[in-house]
Nanobody
Framework: QVQLLESGGGLVQAGDSLRVSCAASGRTFSDYAMGWFRQAPGKDREFIAAVSWGGGNTYYADSVKGRFTISRNSAKSTVYLQMNSLKPEDTAVYYC?????????????????????WGQGTQVTVSS
């Protein structure tokens, strides 16, 4: 089992940038794909982005493509989500998650059920 701890959320204005981080511990971080999800009040949890175990393959939801970038630093066992050109509709609790399966290369077809470990979330609020 892996433990995940998000950080970096906060209150920003529309158009600003923000980077949230997720530190992993408890297993070999570099062997597992990682993902970011978000959940706004009254809405279902939404997939945002995923990165393969080696970092060479990424996938984004259409709602954030071109604005958000997922990356990972295996030396620090940390995955990042760089968010640019933030909009009020990006307001949500952001969660990172770790793949259940080792060495998954293709992350474009992953579903929430593929992720076995979740962080506690970090709040991102974008004011207009």
């Amino acid at each position: 089992q892996v433990q995940l701890l998000e950080s970096g959320g906060g209150l920003v204005q529309a158009g600003d940038s923000l980077r949230v981080s997720c530190a992993a511990s408890g297993r070999t971080f570099s062997d597992y794909a990682m993902g970011w999800f978000r959940q706004a009040p009254g809405k279902d949890r939404e997939f945002i982005a995923a990165v393969s175990w080696g970092g060479g393959n990424t996938y984004y939801a259409d709602s954030v493509k071109g604005r958000f970038t997922i990356s990972r630093n295996s030396a620090k066992s940390t995955v990042y989500l760089q968010m640019n050109s933030l909009k009020p509709e990006d307001t949500a609790v952001y969660y990172c998650a770790a793949d259940r399966r080792r060495l998954r290369s293709s992350v474009g077809t992953m579903s929430p059920a593929d992720f076995g470990s979740w962080g506690q979330g970090t709040q991102v609020t974008v004011s207009s």
